[in-house]
């Protein structure tokens, strides 16, 4: 028997690319059957009725920031968890830059026993790619991947010194593993606090053009072209690095790219005065960079969207702007930021699905972020147009540096589901 059977649904197939009525069912944590609309349903344990909302794979979100080891008052697996699975997230993938950073077997495997004692959500941890991040020696990427690591990355320490890179990215590419990197040019972006022009001019704050991430990116995809090696940009945010990416892609280099909620959804005009919960790295860009990465989404040119959840406490953000912590969260507000894409008529939500779930499972290797059968019945039900205001202090995070405080948005999760069990209902 059916354990359990999702009726009177609007399901999202990211993989055929279509919002249609009908029904799931799910048996052993697993997708069972996809039932067109008025079709026989099977006999369930426990049938749970949509009532014509949304239901999606989870979302699987690559680059969030846990605080564990060394930071845990910012964050914990068990308020990250339960932030995701409020958010729809059912797969954080974690990034290396803690305290100390994830750069040995011992740590990584740290992470992983607190991950599973106290997150309800899948997490997958990514490890670093030179230890400490400090961009001279490689981390021991065989037998980091042997302990569970799904990726290496150094996140925002960009490795200046090319022949160490090459040599990572070398030996990453003999094991089959999966680099991500930070495409910006190192020296012209350090201490900037914003994207240069009028707006950066007139508030006196220290600015970094854009070039400086089509530099980056530059550098990146030349040392891949050399190395054959696996890559991901984790964050593409101005309009200037998507033609190399585009020649990239069209040169068969395994190549994907990725942006961030914030980016999709704000501009350089949000920090307005001095806002520091809209403080981010890479900053915030023009409008014009706005819609020219939202459209970039929308064509497949950028495959994976992801929160780049980074928590910060309040002692580093009340601070003035240039001296700051940059970083904002985002687990629970993903999905009711995509849908202003949505809501704009930017990008529907098949697409929106492909980007937060279907690519980043296949760029990960995992068979998730698919409505078909066989498929773990990881998902989230949702009203995509359930309104509401945003209150920080609603959130589950340790943290709530959220730019999105007192905005209006659209979009609650009802429900959210791993391996066919409920792990959050909204009440």
Known sequence: MTDTLFTNAKLIDPEAGTVTTGAVAVTGGRISAVITDGAELPDARETVDCNRKHLGPGLIDIGVKVCEPGERHKES????????????????????????AIDNPETLEFVIRRAREAAPVNVLPMAALTKGRQGREMTEIGFLLDAGAVAFTDCDHVITDSKV?????????????????????????????????????????????????????????????????????????????????????????????????????????????????????????????????????????????????????????????????????????????????????????????????????????????????????????????APFVMDRGTLHSKSRNTPFDGARMQGKVLQTFVAGHSIYKRS
Not at 247 to 255: H, L, T, V
Not at 289 to 305: F, K, M, N, P
């Open 77 to 100: 697996f068990g308020s990250a968890g339960l932030a995701a699975a409020a958010g729809g997230v059912t797969t954080m993938v974690t990034r290396p830059d803690t305290d100390p």
């Open 165 to 385: 890179f090459a040599r990572a990215l070398t030996y990453a590419r003999s094991l089959g593993a999966l680099v991500l990197g930070h495409p910006q040019e190192p020296v012209l972006s350090a201490g900037a606090a914003a994207t240069s022009g009028k707006f950066a001019s007139l508030r006196g704050l220290p600015a970094v053009s854009p070039m400086a991430e089509r530099m980056g990116l530059d550098r990146d995809i030349a040392m891949v072209e050399m190395t054959g090696a696996r890559y991901h940009a984790d964050q593409i945010t101005a309009q200037r690095a998507l033609p190399p990416l585009e020649r990239a892609k069209a040169n068969g280099f395994d190549i994907t790219a990725g942006t961030s909620i914030h980016h999709l959804t704000l501009n350089a005009l949000d920090v307005a005065d001095y806002r520091t919960f809209f403080k981010i790295k890479p900053p915030l860009r023009d409008e014009e960079d706005r819609l020219a990465i939202a459209e970039a989404v929308r064509s497949g040119l950028i495959d994976i969207i992801s929160s780049m959840h980074t928590p910060q406490d309040e002692e580093s953000k009340r601070l003035p702007f240039e001296a700051a912590a940059s970083g904002a969260v985002a687990l629970e507000t993903l999905l009711p930021a995509a849908m202003r894409l949505f809501h704009a008529d930017q990008v529907d939500l098949p697409t929106l699905w492909r980007a937060m779930s279907l690519n980043p499972a296949r760029r990960l290797g995992l068979d998730a972020g698919r409505m078909a059968v066989g498929a773990p019945a990881d998902l989230v039900l949702f009203d995509a147009h």
